[in-house]
């Protein structure tokens, strides 16, 4: 019992170590740790938005996950090379205004 009670304690330790190790590389600890060549909190706000237009990318060319969407496909594709010309925001406006289209042009069908 007492070798099992210490193998328990040694999992939880060896669990919160990794969780704070892990905490270390968050983006506001870092910073904080260099202040000097860290993002203003307007830069900072830019890139979270960014962060969730990568997030509204996923969700456009993931609408239909039970079946096959062309469209879909299309417009994933896409996305990973204009992602390597354009800033993720910029990226969505121009997939969103595509999809739109392309559902307009297949509904004519």
Same mark, same amino acid.
């Given at each position: 019992? =007492? /070798?099992?009670?210490?193998?328990? +304690? +040694? ?6 170590? $990794? ?18 060549? $860290? ?13 969730? @237009? ?21 417009? /994933?594709? =896409?996305?990973? /090379?204009? +992602?390597?010309?354009?800033?993720? @925001? ?7 205004? $595509? ?11």
């Amino acid at each position: 019992m =007492r /070798s099992i009670l210490i193998f328990i +304690l +040694l999992v939880l330790s060896f669990h919160e170590n $990794a969780n704070a190790n892990a905490n270390e590389f968050t983006y506001e600890k870092i910073s904080r740790n260099n202040p000097g060549v $860290a993002l203003s909190a307007k830069q900072v706000e830019a890139f979270k938005m960014h962060g969730k @237009c990568l997030v509204g990318l996923k969700e456009l060319n993931f609408k239909k996950k039970d079946k096959f969407d062309p469209v879909a496909e299309w417009t /994933s594709y =896409r996305t990973l /090379s204009l +992602l390597e010309q354009f800033p993720p @925001c910029e990226v969505l406006i121009m997939m969103e205004v $595509a999809r739109k289209e392309l559902l307009k042009k297949q509904e004519q069908r």
